[in-house]
């Protein structure tokens, strides 16, 4: 049972760093990155050049109403931070699924961003 766990581990860690190589984002177009847990759904705005986070939002925080991990917080979640981005005026993003396939959650927040003008 560990060495599933430990295979599982590995294969996701290289699924992110495939992913992830082919990525960078800069202070015209920062990267959106998206990280899941068990519980909760976070995303930032991340500037690679400087190594500076320029906006996040999660379903912790105060402006996403719904606290779980399902499509309705992830649409709530990408308007947040679809306007994050408006606010800082960018029009363009590199979208980080990170080890995630883009699917479920994902593409609903990706689509929510989508739904505010930003692009991708």
Same mark, same amino acid.
């Given at each position: 049972? *560990?060495?599933?766990?430990?295979? @599982?581990?590995?294969?996701?860690?290289?699924?992110?760093?495939?992913?992830?190589?082919?990525?960078?984002?800069?202070?015209?177009?920062?990267?959106?990155?998206?990280?899941?847990?068990?519980?909760? $759904?976070?995303?930032?705005?991340?500037? @690679?050049?400087?190594?500076?986070? &320029?906006?996040? +939002? /999660?379903?912790? /925080?105060? *402006?996403?109403?719904?606290?779980?991990?399902?499509?309705? /917080?992830?649409?709530?979640?990408?308007?947040?931070?679809? +306007?994050?981005?408006? @606010?800082?005026?960018?029009?363009?993003?590199?979208?980080?699924?990170?080890?995630?396939?883009?699917?479920? &959650?994902?593409?609903?927040?990706?689509?929510?961003?989508?739904?505010?003008? $930003?692009?991708?």
């Amino acid at each position: 049972m *560990n060495e599933e766990k430990t295979k @599982d581990r590995v294969r996701k860690q290289k699924r992110a760093k495939r992913v992830r190589k082919k990525l960078r984002g800069t202070s015209a177009k920062p990267r959106l990155c998206v990280v899941k847990t068990n519980k909760h $759904i976070y995303a930032q705005l991340i500037d @690679d050049s400087k190594g500076v986070t &320029i906006g996040s +939002a /999660s379903t912790l /925080s105060k *402006n996403v109403e719904i606290k779980k991990k399902n499509k309705e /917080s992830a649409k709530k979640l990408g308007e947040a931070i679809g +306007a994050i981005a408006k @606010d800082k005026k960018f029009k363009e993003l590199v979208f980080d699924r990170g080890p995630y396939k883009y699917h479920g &959650i994902l593409a609903e927040l990706a689509n929510s961003v989508r739904e505010q003008g $930003i692009s991708f």
